[in-house]
């Protein structure tokens, strides 16, 4: 399957023709809720982290801290560390002034947490693959329908559903381990230092190149999922196929066409570059009022359907000029033209001609 040179002009200016035709011309309340509520489903699958503090010193019953000087802390440290009595949690808690058993049901809570956690994104994941192809079979046939494509992309959602979750948590896992073995060295530092009782010389240029290495692979693997996240949903509502097939197809696009792919990721953060200082513009024309809609979920979504609207568009657009075969959208209808006489026959108009002689 060949592909072909893109014009990112084209694209973009049919997907400003298209998104402005079925939004606008006519304009349909029903339809903007309905895909603004498609949008905000499939928004709402994407999650946040969170952060959190260790104490340093010695902690009261109380649960105050304070310090034990320098000696006390490399004190405590190299017991903490180089000890051999009891394990490295009984040290801790011994250290610490922690009970066992308050420890055991403070991380039992946080790994109930955890689970909560990963159960609720696999919920809004699973809706995020049912809704795709919901909001791409109304983008794509211009209409406002919930039940029929619901039921009819059933395996289609599901199968995406199966493969995200299972590169998600690939790829979660590939993280944690990749951050553990950069913390390695931070450890043996930590380990000789309290040994020593002083922070002894640490060497950073190491770190410093796997932390350079780790973000430039979280960039380059996030703007692969990016596109697949962006690619994969409307070639497997094409050809009616499997997570893994869909990824396949998209796999060899990129492969055969990396060129045409990276074009299509400036310009698409060209485009909404310019989106964003419009909106900051226009919220501040307007004294911050249009800000008051916007922060409101669902209705900021529906303030800013046409954005989301040509953002899907785009894509569209320069997936059918990437391979015509993947084009999703249906054959204009031809217009029907005034009716055309049609001319007399050869033989009748010889015969007229004769009579008259």
Not at 73 to 90: C, R
Not at 137 to 153: L, S
């Amino acid at each position: 399957m060949n592909c072909n040179p893109v014009t990112i002009g084209e694209a973009v200016g049919a997907a400003w023709k298209r998104m402005v035709q079925v939004l606008f011309r006519p304009f349909d309340l029903t339809k903007w809720i309905t895909w603004g509520f498609c949008i905000w489903v499939i928004s709402c699958s994407s999650g946040g982290s969170g952060s959190g503090n260790f104490p340093t010193g010695k902690m009261s019953p109380s649960g105050s801290v304070h310090s034990d000087g320098a000696e006390g802390f490399w004190s405590k440290l190299d017991q903490l560390f180089n000890g051999t009595d009891g394990s490295f949690f009984d040290r801790m808690c011994r250290i610490f002034h922690w009970e066992p058993a308050t420890v055991m049901l403070t991380l039992t809570l946080i790994a109930v947490l955890v689970l909560f956690c990963i159960a609720i994104a696999a919920v809004m994941l699973w809706l995020r693959g049912r809704f795709e192809f919901m909001w791409l079979h109304n983008t794509v046939r211009n209409c406002a329908e919930i039940k029929a494509p619901w039921r009819e992309y059933r395996r289609e959602g599901n199968s995406f559903f199966k493969g995200w979750f299972l590169i998600s948590l690939t790829l979660v896992l590939a993280s944690l381990f990749l951050a553990v073995l950069s913390l390695i060295p931070v450890y043996r530092w930590i380990k000789a230092s309290a040994a020593a009782h002083e922070a002894l010389p640490f060497h950073f240029q190491e770190l410093l190149i796997g932390g350079a290495v780790y973000v430039l692979a979280i960039v380059l693997i996030g703007l692969y999922l990016w596109l697949a996240g962006t690619f994969v949903p409307p070639i497997m509502y094409r050809r009616r196929c499997g997570f893994s097939e869909g990824l396949h197809l998209f796999n060899q696009f990129l492969r055969q066409a990396p060129g045409q792919f990276i074009k299509f990721i400036l310009m698409h953060t060209l485009i909404f570059l310019l989106f964003g200082i419009a909106i900051v513009s226009a919220v501040c024309l307007t004294c911050c009022i249009l800000a008051i809609p916007l922060m409101i979920p669902f209705v900021g979504t529906v303030v800013l359907l046409p954005i989301h609207v040509f953002d899907r568009y785009f894509s569209l657009e320069f997936l059918a000029r990437l391979t015509p075969e993947f084009d999703l959208f249906p054959p204009p209808e031809p217009v029907a033209g005034p009716a055309m006489a049609e001319p007399p026959l050869i033989e009748e108009a010889t015969q007229d001609q004769q009579e008259e002689k």
